[in-house]
């Protein structure tokens, strides 16, 4: 299994962003994924998911401003980031769970700074 994320950078607050994570390795069509992000002395949390039927969640903090969604050709999830925050830089990183075992990308990181 990877996680391949990329897409990540530095941005003025109010600017926008899209990760991108490329999958290989299961069956990318079958599974729920998923970004997280941890920040600087901060617990890693959910930004958002999306499952196999295009259902989506978000955390409260970035909900009306980031958008998740997913290529089932490309193997591939999104996470379209606008009206970027300072409170938003992180790494963030991309997640699948496969039966009872935890897949990580290696994360991208995401400054959002004037």
């Known amino acids: 299994v990877q996680l391949v994320e990329s897409g990540g950078g530095l941005v003025q607050p109010g600017g926008s962003l899209r990760l991108s994570c490329a999958a290989s390795g299961f069956t990318f069509t079958t599974y729920r994924m998923s970004w997280y992000r941890e920040a600087p002395a901060k617990e890693r949390e959910l930004v958002a998911a999306?499952?196999?039927?295009?259902?989506?969640n978000y955390a409260d903090s970035v909900k009306g401003r980031f958008t998740i969604s997913r290529d089932n050709v490309k193997n591939t999830v999104y996470l379209q980031m606008n009206n970027l925050k300072p409170a938003d830089t992180a790494v963030y990183y991309c997640?699948?769970?496969?039966?009872?075992?935890?897949?990580w990308g290696q994360g991208t990181q995401v400054t959002v700074s004037s």
């Open positions: 999306i499952t196999t039927g295009g259902n989506k």
């Open positions: 997640y699948v769970r496969l039966g009872s075992v935890d897949y």
